[in-house]
């Protein structure tokens, strides 16, 4: 038995046995290196510490803490300005205007004479009419006499009555028509119109003039239904003018019944005039101060709808989950709206609110109120 062959095999054998199952330590060897440790089979890995549970997955989210405010919740509407009186004066019996033409924009006051008419022959209906009821007076003395004496009958009495009666009422006649030839102003003011021209021949309801009256002035305009309750008598009001001019008064009246097409009430505010500043006519925007309430103020964002359809914020609740809350816009502003219906304290979510639903675990990062 030759023992070289016997030799070369076990010399080949432990080169393959270094190469393929102790490569890592052969190498680690040809480098200088300490060889690494490893477990043999059998033998238990030492204990090291346990992986970290999972934590909650949560959804994103930015919120701001918001702090309810009380606020005036004024009622806006738009009107416009109406003079407190406007009277289109007219004639009330036929004859020709004898007066100088006064021209629109004169002041008058009450009583200064608008159009004077041609009393033609109506003072002498007025003599002729007394003269009438004189006679009546003496025929009606005569026959209450010779009745108490038994010389004339009742009917002749009862006709004498009668005469006197009718020339009583003829002179009453003659009288209104002589006191209707000057018009006069029934109040203070401006007239909108020139009075009639001389020598124009008016009638009964023929127009002498139009007089408005504009210290004070009134502003009307309509509330909704949905806020009337809002409003009440001697409310402060203030408007601005279409030319920019801000005025302020009180709520004089508040309808009781709506408008049949728009259901709406309409209302007027007093305000006074004395320099005649404001027109009648003008365009307003309105606003009527009414009881405060407590409302947040938040980025229009923040809006959003639940699955209902429902107007409202989200908010993160006590167990960091998502809580909806409806709200009531009160006011629109241009940095932001107010609304009502939120608890006074609330961690309104305003980025993310889109991607979440109530109940849903949030990690919420806060943000300073900008507002």
């Known amino acids: ?24 330590e052969l190498m680690a060897f040809a480098r200088g290196e300490k060889a690494p440790e490893t477990a043999h089979e059998g033998t238990e890995a030492p204990a090291g510490p346990e992986p970290a549970q999972t934590p909650e997955t949560r959804v994103g989210v930015v919120a701001l803490q918001s702090k309810a ?20 004066v007219r004639a009330e019996t036929t004859s020709t205007v004898i007066s100088e033409p006064l021209r629109k924009g004169a002041h008058v006051k009450k009583g200064d004479l608008l159009c004077e008419l041609d ?13 009438q009821l004189k006679e009546a007076k003496i025929n009606l003395t005569a026959a209450s006499k010779l009745s108490e004496g038994g010389y004339a009958s009742e009917t002749r009495l009862a006709s004498a009555e009668a005469a006197e009666r009718s020339a009583l009422a003829a002179v009453a006649s003659a009288e209104w028509e002589i006191g209707n030839l ?4 029934p109040f ?5 119109s020139d009075t009639a021209e001389l020598g124009s021949l008016l009638q009964p309801g023929s127009l002498c003039a139009t007089v408005i009256q504009l210290d004070t002035i009134k502003l009307v305009g309509y509330v909704p239904e949905a806020e009337v309750n809002k409003v009440t ?3 402060t009001a203030g408007a601005e003018l279409a030319t920019g001019k801000q005025v302020q ?40 101060s009414s009881a405060g309430s407590l409302a947040h ?28 809350f409806p709200v009531q816009l009160l006011r629109d502003e241009a940095d932001g709206v107010w609304l009502g219906g939120l608890p006074e304290t609330a961690d309104v979510i305003v980025v993310g609110q889109d991607f979440v639903t109530e109940g849903v675990a949030v990690a919420a990062t806060y943000r300073e109120s900008e507002q």
Do not use: H
């Open 1 to 24: 038995m030759r023992i070289i062959p016997i030799l070369t095999a076990a010399a080949v054998t432990a080169s393959l046995f270094m190469v393929v199952i102790q490569r890592d």
């Open 69 to 88: 405010r009380t606020i005036g919740s004024a009622v806006i509407l738009r009107g416009q300005t109406q003079a407190i009186r406007q009277v289109e």
């Open 119 to 131: 009393p033609g022959t109506r003072p002498a209906m007025l003599l002729q009419a007394q003269a």
């Open 182 to 185: 000057a018009i006069t102003a």
């Open 188 to 192: 203070d003011g401006l007239l909108e």
């Open 233 to 235: 008598l001697g409310a």
């Open 249 to 288: 008064g009180k709520v004089t009246f508040l309808s009781r019944s709506a408008d049949p097409s728009t259901r709406t009430f309409e209302v007027e505010i007093t305000v006074p005039n004395p320099d005649l500043s404001i027109r009648d006519g003008q365009t307003a925007d309105i606003a009527i």
């Open 297 to 324: 103020k938040l980025p229009q964002s923040a809006l959003t709808l639940n699955n209902e359809g429902r107007l409202g914020v989200r908010a993160v609740g006590a167990d960091s989950t998502v809580v909806f």
